[in-house]
């Protein structure tokens, strides 16, 4: 099997991961709910991993590092719990449905404003827009680092700066973003880093979070056991227990831990520039077939491992469907939670095949990519 | 080292649990998220968990089995998703943090009015509170299955009858129950069960859920990708995608399948028989010992197997370290989340040391922590 559905979840992790998982499995007590050895060394563990990620996405402040379960929730939570009833948001029509959702929920339920900086017809957007668009009542941009659809990068450094100069809060999803490309949240002026474990992080589903610049106050989505202060009303103020009500998932987190390690070990630059170059070989094989259309502008060299495309007007998932039975290739057709960038695009009935890359992949495997499709188009 | 924190996290997990989510953390791609064989696996893997969870539940719908990362989760979601504001809601001193902030949460900011049944001196409700509390305008009964701090299993059938003469929903808090003690949430009246994976169940940290009777409705707490009806502008209406926006956390529920199908070729009677034997092993130890009370109604052969205790006015958690430190037996002192029972108890500076049993403890593991015990008080 080839492999080719990593911007949905990296299947294949570093076996440090698994070996963290069982160690944490078979030796953990719960985190801050005791003192004994197990539930220390679960306390630790999250530290450690919280360190590991202030790292990694250049965050002033390990303690502002919370835990998720996916990046929906932490942009759930940065979304519903920082942005302003009734202020104006700008966004983008790259956003995938983890961004538009609460966005859409605020405007009807709490008469929030959206504007969307448009793509064009290659998923590209004009920087100028966010400028034409910012007003003096808006409250929140929020952007996501990488489009889940054509690997396009947004600069996201470029727009935090002109949300620093004119103090508007700055979320950033970097779901496709993060372990492949490299952030620094401080210099790119971003406020709150909305992250997955189970992607380019390459750790265990069910993990993830966000990092949080000092100063910003977010609102929690949940209340509940923090196993302290608790005799408080209402959840502890104080990050990152504020937002972490229950027991965490300290199983994955350890699993976390080593991955984010293995990157850092590793160099996110590094791990991007072969993921990348995995990419553009398969976007240079694909690219010339008869009946192939590639979306998004690939004359700019960097770009998230992604390439989605049609066969001349196949349903998307049938020629998915047919990679994964006669070829033993996965990839994703469909719509990719992502509804603005295929009206975008103009492939809202057909959808799109994306393949997408990562450091585990050979370029042998884009080889019989390139082959299957060129096979199917003719 | 002797592990009687399992009330916190059972730490000892059956070994097919572990396997299933190393299994899964090597194959899996994300559910609901393509057609391949890796992401199809995720899928099963995740309908067997929900059908194998309604079974030991007694629920009728596996797609009315809904995932969340803890118990916490499936408490906001049930208590903010389902109470109307204004309305009137009873529970009890003995809840947890997790049912009481959620609450304090409605009562300061949407009008909601709270009733409390109140706990007596040993930890103990009279049902009776009940019938005098419900009102015209009670929307809402929240209430735990077990005191977390005292054991005390809640009537929770009797309960659910009122509630359900009255058409009153039922929200039951199963996070020290769930697979130790029978649970039928139909002949038990049970409108929304919450439950974690990582106590009685014997599954991995970050996973939970929560059963919804037919007809229930909740509000979605958090809205995002959801892999089908990608245009929609707010998540889709159906459970359980509804209250599951996001990647599920498929590597831990593949563990959790595994721990509730263990459970349910043990028997959760079986099971909870042996560990209410252990802790009433460790009761009679104790309960004569000078210099120690223990907290709740023994008198009651039906309980959950937990333990609280003091000796003599030390400082909880000086006994639970010289527990850790001298003895290498983990237990949990302080608060424990559970504030207003401490006032019951009258409790709330001392704390108490809690010892928490499962299935794989032993009794002469009991035997050691009874002779620590009477050391200590010596």
Redesign the interface.
């Known amino acids: 099997?080839i492999?080719l559905?990593n911007a949905?979840?990296t299947?294949r992790?570093p076996q440090t991961?698994?070996d963290a998982?069982?160690t944490a499995?078979?030796?953990?007590?719960?985190a801050s709910?005791?003192?004994?050895?197990?539930?220390l060394q679960a306390s630790r563990t999250i530290y450690d991993t919280r360190c590991s990620l202030a790292k990694l996405f250049g965050c002033s402040r390990p303690d502002h590092v919370v835990f998720?379960?996916?990046?929906?929730?932490a942009?759930?939570i940065a979304i519903q719990g920082a942005i302003h009833p009734g202020s104006h948001v700008v966004t983008t029509d790259l956003e995938?449905?983890?961004?538009?959702?609460?966005l859409?929920?605020l405007q009807?339920e709490q008469g929030v404003r959206l504007d969307f900086v448009p793509a064009d017809r290659r998923g590209q957007i004009d920087y100028r827009d966010f400028e034409r668009m910012l007003r003096p009542d808006t409250g929140a941009i929020v952007c996501t680092h990488v489009s889940n659809l054509t690997g396009e990068i947004v600069d996201v450094g470029c727009i935090g700066r002109m949300a620093r100069e004119k103090g508007i809060l700055f979320i950033v999803d970097a779901s496709q973003s993060a372990g492949s490309i490299p952030i620094d949240m401080e210099k790119m002026g971003i406020d709150i880093l909305c992250f997955?474990g189970?992607k380019g992080l390459m750790g265990?589903?069910?993990?993830g979070g966000m990092c949080i610049r000092e100063g910003v106050e977010i609102r929690p989505?949940?209340?509940?056991?923090?196993?302290v202060q608790?005799?408080r009303?209402?959840?502890p103020e104080e990050y990152p227990t504020r937002l972490e009500?229950?027991?965490?998932?300290?199983?994955?987190i350890a699993?976390l831990g080593a991955a984010v390690d293995y990157i850092l070990e590793t160099g996110a630059d590094k791990i991007g520039e072969k993921e990348r170059s995995l990419a553009r070989h398969f976007y240079e094989g694909v690219a010339g077939i008869d009946g192939v259309t590639v979306y998004g502008d690939f004359t700019t060299e960097y770009r998230g491992p992604v390439v989605a495309l049609n066969i001349r007007d196949y349903d998307s998932?049938e020629v998915?469907?047919a990679?994964?039975q006669d070829y033993g290739?996965?990839?994703?057709?469909?719509?990719?939670?992502?509804?603005r960038m295929h009206e975008a695009l103009g492939t809202?009935d057909q959808g799109a095949v994306r393949f997408s890359f990562s450091w585990f992949n050979t370029m042998e495997e884009v080889d019989t990519a390139v082959r299957a499709v060129r096979e199917l188009a003719e």
Chains 1, 2 share one sequence.
């Open positions: 099997m492999y559905d949905a979840t299947l992790k991961v698994i998982v069982v499995m078979n030796s953990m007590g719960n709910r005791g003192a004994h050895d197990e539930a998720t379960c996916n990046s929906t929730e942009l759930n995938h449905n983890s961004v538009l959702r609460p859409y929920r009807e997955t189970h265990p589903q069910g993990t989505l949940k209340e509940g056991g923090s196993g608790s005799y009303h209402r959840q009500a229950g027991t965490l998932n300290a199983h994955g699993g998932s998915s469907d990679l994964s290739i996965a990839t994703r057709p469909g719509a990719h939670c992502a509804p809202t």
